[in-house]
């Protein structure tokens, strides 16, 4: 295990597996890494625009304690405005959705190759 070829085996391999580690929930753009929690400003300050941003509502139930009562649930309905970024960088590489929800990116998907 010792032999120039095994470390150089293992060196490879490792570099795989960080690089798709990478690759899972982040966005290299330019020199720099988005990561899921980054917000929109340092997106824009590191990526720049993106080709579109698209808007949906998300409603979602919520059981919340009623004030001075025990044991005593109201269910109300929140809606948050979730934006969809999508970067496209060159038919030499995959485009990028971004999903953004109060200010801050919740998820990041592949697409397939730019145009």
């Not at 400003?41 to 004030?67: D, N, Y």
């Not at 999508?86 to 953004?100: A, D, I, K």
Request: charged share 20%; proline share 3%; glycine share 8%.
């Amino acid at each position: 295990m010792n032999s120039p070829l095994a470390r150089i085996s293992l060196l490879t391999l490792g570099l795989a597996f960080s690089s798709h580690a990478l690759a899972s929930g982040t966005l290299r753009c330019n020199e720099s890494i988005i990561s899921e929690g980054d917000t929109t400003a340092e997106v824009l300050h590191k990526c720049g625009k993106p080709i579109t941003i698209a808007e949906s509502v998300v409603k979602e139930k919520q059981a919340v304690k009623v004030r001075g009562q025990v044991d005593v649930k109201q269910e109300l309905t929140v809606e948050t405005v979730v934006e969809y970024w999508t970067y496209n960088f060159g038919p030499n590489r995959l485009m990028s959705r971004l999903t953004v929800a109060q200010g801050s990116v919740i998820n990041i998907a592949t697409l397939g190759y730019g145009f």
